[in-house]
């Protein structure tokens, strides 16, 4: 993993630099936190934008509000588990390891589909009695 995010931070000092250049050839003088306002300011509101029409999207399906949820969830757990990993290897207190995140990650998925599983019986449990219910009572109103 360690290699793979020293090859991520290659490959963005590379285009830093290139965007640098462009910008001071085309008589921009960009500085670095210039760049930076200017790129993530682009990624950010495109992200936004994307994020705000799945989540329309989603809040109109009857299961929405939980999907938004999920995915927001899984969100906060990727810079998690991400974030735990770094850490690791900064300050070399545990090993390095692309496969602890996505372990990590497995852990919460499998522990909310459990959720679902439990809030699934629940709901089959509560349509059955309700179900159950009404034909009694209709059936006693017929007698």
Same mark, same amino acid.
């Given at each position: ?37 200017? *790129?993530? /300011?682009?990624? &950010?509101?495109? =992200? #936004? +934008?994307?994020? $705000? !029409?799945?989540?329309?999207? %989603? ?42 995140? *996505?372990? /990590?990650?497995? &852990?919460?998925? =499998? #522990? +909310?589909?459990? $959720? !679902?599983?439990?809030?699934? %019986? ?22």
């Amino acid at each position: 993993m360690k290699e793979g995010i020293t090859f991520i931070a290659e490959v963005i000092n590379n285009l830093h630099d290139m965007l640098i250049g462009i910008t001071s050839d085309l008589g921009f003088t960009l500085s670095d936190k210039d760049l930076h306002f200017w *790129i993530m /300011g682009i990624i &950010g509101i495109f =992200v #936004f +934008f994307f994020v $705000y !029409i799945v989540s329309k999207i %989603l809040s109109k399906l009857k299961f929405g509000i939980t999907a938004l949820a999920f995915f927001y969830t899984l969100t906060f757990m990727f810079v998690l588990v991400f974030a735990i990993e770094i850490q690791q290897a900064i300050t070399n207190r545990g090993h390095m390891e692309f496969i602890d995140a *996505i372990v /990590g990650l497995w &852990g919460y998925i =499998v #522990f +909310f589909l459990i $959720y !679902i599983g439990i809030a699934a %019986l629940f709901l089959i449990t509560k349509y059955f009695f309700q179900y159950v219910f009404r034909n009694k009572d209709k059936t006693l109103d017929s007698d």
